[in-house]
C-alpha cells in the first residue's frame, strides 16, 4: 500500500541551528514527492518537490531536500534555521491510478525554534 | 499567492444537519481535490473532480458530495453531520496539463469545520 511515514512529531531546535526533518515512502512506482509547510491557521505551501534527475533539490527559504531510492526516503534539510520557520511540515507522494492522482500526505512534523 | 479562495474561513455547524464548502481556482485550473485534515493528522483524500466529473474518491462515505462548475468554483457537501467530520478541508486545483503530468496542486487557505 502507498504510505509516507514522518517519524518525528514533534521537532526543537535552536535558532541558528541545522535542521532535517525525516521522510519515508512506500510507493510501487517512481514516486513524484513533495514537501509542503502549513503555518498556525493557513494552508498549505509548496516548499520544495522531485520528479525526476537531480537527486537533491532545492526549495524556497533555503531548504533543500534529497531523495535516496535505496533507502526510500525523501529527508527536508536547512542549514540555519530562522525563528518563521517554526511551523508543521508535510511530506507527501503525489499518487495516480485509474486516472485519478491525489497527494499521500504524513502525519507531519511540527517544528519549534528556540531564541 | 496560489489563487485559490476558501469560503468561509470558519465554519460551526451541530451534528446532523449539512454543509456547503466553496472552492474558487484560477482561470484554467479544471481540476480541484479536496482534502480532509482532522487536527494533527495529514490531509486526506476526498475526492477529484476534473472537468466537472468525479475522478476518483478516497475512503469517504457519500454524504460526503462536491460538484465542481465551468467557472473554475466548485463545492464539496457534507449531508449528516458527525462530531467526526470536524476538520480542515483544503480544496488544491491544478490545469489540465499539470493534472495529466501528474505535477504539483495548489492550495488554498482552506474551511475549518466545527460540529458541535
Known amino acids: 500500500a502507498q504510505s509516507v511515514t514522518q517519524p518525528d512529531i514533534h521537532i526543537t531546535v535552536s535558532e541558528g541551528a541545522s535542521l532535517e526533518l525525516r521522510c519515508n515512502y512506500s510507493?510501487?512506482?517512481?514516486?513524484?514527492l513533495f514537501w509542503y509547510v502549513q503555518s498556525p491557521g493557513q494552508g498549505l505551501q509548496l516548499l520544495l518537490k522531485?520528479?525526476?534527475?537531480?537527486?537533491l533539490v532545492q526549495g524556497i527559504k533555503g531548504f533543500e531536500a534529497e531523495f535516496k531510492r535505496s533507502q526510500s526516503s525523501f529527508n527536508l534539510r536547512k542549514p540555519s534555521v530562522h525563528w518563521s520557520d517554526a511551523a508543521e511540515y508535510f511530506c507527501?507522494?503525489?499518487?495516480?491510478?485509474?486516472?485519478?492522482?491525489?497527494?499521500?500526505f504524513g502525519t507531519g512534523t511540527r517544528l519549534k525554534v528556540l531564541a | 499567492e496560489t489563487g485559490v479562495t476558501q469560503s468561509p474561513t470558519h465554519l460551526i455547524k451541530t451534528r446532523g444537519q449539512q454543509v456547503t464548502l466553496r472552492c474558487s481556482s484560477q482561470?484554467?485550473?479544471?481540476?480541484v481535490s479536496w482534502y480532509q485534515q482532522a487536527l494533527g493528522q495529514g490531509p486526506q483524500f476526498i475526492f477529484q473532480?476534473?472537468?466537472?466529473?468525479?475522478?476518483g474518491r478516497g475512503n469517504f462515505p457519500p454524504r460526503f458530495s462536491g460538484l465542481q462548475f465551468p467557472n473554475y468554483s466548485s463545492e464539496l457537501n457534507v449531508n449528516a453531520l458527525e462530531l467526526d467530520d470536524s476538520a480542515l478541508y483544503l480544496c488544491?486545483?491544478?490545469?489540465?496539463?499539470?493534472?495529466?503530468?501528474?505535477?504539483?496542486?495548489?492550495f488554498g487557505a482552506g474551511t475549518r469545520l466545527s460540529v458541535l
Open positions: 488544491a486545483s491544478s490545469s489540465e496539463a499539470e493534472f495529466l503530468a501528474k505535477n504539483i496542486q495548489y
Open positions: 510507493y510501487g512506482a517512481t514516486p513524484y
Open positions: 522531485y520528479f525526476s534527475g537531480d537527486t
Open positions: 507527501a507522494v503525489g499518487a495516480g491510478f485509474s486516472g485519478t492522482y491525489k497527494y499521500i
Open positions: 482561470s484554467g485550473h479544471n481540476t
Open positions: 473532480y476534473y472537468r466537472e466529473e468525479e475522478n
